[in-house]
């Protein structure tokens, strides 16, 4: 029990404690569990969406930055967590019911813990300030990625969405500039972060503020390329014009012959 409130026992230079990985792994699965329950799946659907969320944006992460450890394999806690989870959600769904908009607010937290413990890593191991970013972001939203393919379904980050992925990249671009920059304890800075992801979505939902989708700037790029070479055109026929007019002066023109 104690090396939960330890740090990495790897790296030093990680302050984050790993009952904030375990807190992450936790919120992520109960998120995976409110999908299974709304989906009427299966024990099995249950575990496996569970860690689908709860570890699947961690297991990315390690993937891709192949250094250390990969958190899910060598930690003790993590698949357990995510199981039990899933499995007491499964065997007493009744709060899952009554719940409302749950999910929603699971989410989000998840969001938010993942691009934490994601964007610190790589910290930690000394990536670039966009390759920090880069992590944080695939941590916050590779869980829920990997489950909408699992689901059969377009994965929201590639989808219109009320600022999904982006908040994941605001928070962890926050705590990144926090402890780097600012050099913020990584208490405080982790606690920025997760205001600034959840603050950040919830703005997003309540005035429906959505990505961009199907843009087309070629007509307007058209247009303003029209505009300009027709103003090209009438600063030409202006310059010659004014050159050829003959130079006024005071005095008359000579008589040709003198």
């Given at each position: 029990?104690?090396?939960?409130?330890?740090t990495?026992?790897?790296?030093?230079?990680?302050?984050?404690?790993?009952w904030?990985?375990?807190?992450?792994v936790i919120v992520?699965?109960?998120?995976?569990?409110a999908?299974?329950?709304s989906?009427?799946?299966?024990a099995?659907g249950?575990?496996?969406?569970?860690?689908?969320?709860g570890?699947?944006?961690?297991?990315i992460?390690?993937?891709?930055?192949q250094v250390?450890?990969?958190?899910?394999?060598d930690s003790?806690?993590a698949?357990?967590a995510?199981a039990?989870?899933?499995l007491?959600?499964?065997?007493?769904?009744?709060?899952?019911?009554?719940?409302g908009?749950?999910?929603?607010?699971l989410?989000i937290?998840?969001?938010?813990l993942?691009a934490?413990?994601?964007?610190d890593?790589?910290?930690?191991?000394?990536?670039?300030?966009?390759s920090c970013?880069l992590m944080g972001?695939?941590t916050g939203?590779?869980?829920?990625?990997?489950?909408?393919?699992?689901l059969g379904?377009?994965p929201?980050?590639f989808?219109?969405?009320?600022?999904?992925?982006?908040c994941?990249?605001v928070g962890s671009?926050a705590?990144c500039?926090?402890?780097a920059?600012f050099?913020v304890?990584?208490?405080?800075?982790?606690?920025?972060?997760?205001?600034v992801?959840i603050g950040?979505?919830?703005w997003?939902l309540?005035f429906?503020?959505?990505?961009?989708?199907d843009?087309?700037?070629?007509?307007?790029?058209r247009?303003?390329v029209?505009?300009?070479?027709?103003?090209v055109?009438?600063?030409?026929r202006?310059?010659?014009a004014?050159r050829?007019?003959?130079r006024?002066s005071?005095?008359?023109?000579?008589?040709?012959?003198?």
């Amino acid at each position: 029990m104690p090396e939960l409130f330890t740090t990495y026992p790897e790296l030093a230079a990680v302050s984050l404690p790993t009952w904030v990985d375990l807190a992450s792994v936790i919120v992520g699965s109960a998120g995976g569990v409110a999908v299974a329950r709304s989906r009427h799946l299966d024990a099995v659907g249950f575990v496996g969406l569970a860690l689908l969320c709860g570890l699947g944006g961690g297991l990315i992460r390690d993937i891709m930055m192949q250094v250390g450890s990969v958190y899910m394999l060598d930690s003790p806690f993590a698949i357990p967590a995510s199981a039990a989870t899933a499995l007491v959600a499964f065997l007493f769904p009744r709060p899952l019911d009554r719940a409302g908009n749950l999910l929603e607010w699971l989410d989000i937290a998840a969001v938010a813990l993942f691009a934490l413990v994601g964007t610190d890593k790589a910290l930690a191991h000394g990536f670039l300030p966009a390759s920090c970013l880069l992590m944080g972001i695939m941590t916050g939203v590779g869980g829920g990625m990997l489950r909408d393919v699992f689901l059969g379904e377009v994965p929201r980050i590639f989808q219109r969405s009320t600022l999904y992925a982006v908040c994941a990249l605001v928070g962890s671009a926050a705590y990144c500039a926090a402890v780097a920059l600012f050099s913020v304890s990584k208490l405080w800075a982790g606690l920025l972060c997760i205001a600034v992801t959840i603050g950040l979505r919830r703005w997003s939902l309540r005035f429906d503020v959505q990505t961009p989708a199907d843009v087309d700037l070629g007509p307007h790029v058209r247009r303003g390329v029209r505009l300009v070479r027709r103003q090209v055109r009438v600063v030409s026929r202006v310059t010659r014009a004014t050159r050829k007019r003959p130079r006024e002066s005071g005095r008359p023109a000579a008589p040709k012959g003198l």
